[in-house]
């Protein structure tokens, strides 16, 4: 069974950062591209930073980069998302997409909540 848990959300202020963590079960993870997507309310999922299976190719939207971070363990088959200086504008929910190198296999997460208000 194909499982993905997602953690680390939750409420911080202004400028603050938190670590999201979203561990894989029931696939070889080293086959999979893992991406992170966020969604606010109102609005559509969008993009966030990918990387390829043994994370040889790291992409950021644009406007995040140099404030946001991702890495994995191939290890514990475990995907995260470092994210600083937040902003209220960062509020969403996040996701993590799991791509298989095959292009056809695809899995999300459940979803964790940041919230960024004072």
């Known amino acids: 069974q194909v499982q993905f848990v997602e953690s680390g959300g939750g409420l911080v202020q202004p400028g603050g950062s938190l670590k999201l963590s979203c561990t894989a079960s029931g696939i070889n993870f080293n086959n999979f591209h893992m991406s992170w997507f966020r969604q606010a309310p109102g609005k559509e999922r969008e993009f966030v930073a990918s990387?390829?299976?043994?994370?040889?190719?790291?992409h950021y939207a644009e406007a995040l980069r140099g404030r946001f971070n991702i890495s994995r363990d191939d290890a514990e088959s475990t995907v995260y998302l470092q994210m600083s200086s937040l902003k209220p504008e960062d509020t969403a929910t996040y996701y993590c997409h799991a791509l298989g190198v095959d292009g056809i296999q695809s899995y999300w997460g459940q979803g964790t909540q940041v919230t960024v208000s004072s």
């Open positions: 990387s390829t299976n043994y994370g040889s190719n790291i």
